[in-house]
């Protein structure tokens, strides 16, 4: 059974930056293609960046510019790196597959951005 742990979220002011990690257990991460998602409240999940597992990266274009995503195998973790944070940027984050099926979901990590 896979399990993912997020953290690294908090509340900071608009222009700020935060890094956010994500550990995953349970699984050959090296294979799996990866992917930050948020949900804002009364929102849809969405997905924000990814990265394969040979390091290629995509972003959507509200966070293109401002957030990197990374990855290290060898400690099974994900990264995003966040900067130039706006008040839209605020939901709770998670990390998963960035293919079907995707896997049990985290708690999540709380990222709340004042204006």
């Known amino acids: 059974q896979v399990q993912l742990v997020e953290s690294g979220g908090d509340l900071v002011q608009a222009g700020g930056s935060l890094r956010l990690s994500c550990t995953a257990s349970?699984?050959?991460?090296?294979?799996?293609?990866m992917g930050w998602y948020r949900q804002a409240p009364g929102k849809q999940r969405e997905l924000v960046a990814t990265?394969?597992?040979?390091?290629?990266?995509f972003y959507t274009d509200s966070v293109k510019g401002r957030f990197t995503i990374s990855r290290d195998n060898a400690k099974n973790t994900v990264y995003l790196q966040m900067n130039s944070l706006k008040p839209e940027d605020t939901a709770v984050y998670y990390c998963?597959?960035?293919?079907?099926?995707?896997?049990?979901w985290g708690q999540g990590t709380q990222v709340t951005v004042s204006s």
């Open positions: 998963n597959r960035k293919w079907a099926p995707l896997w049990d």
């Open positions: 349970g699984t050959i991460f090296s294979n799996n293609d």
């Open positions: 990265v394969s597992s040979f390091s290629s990266t």
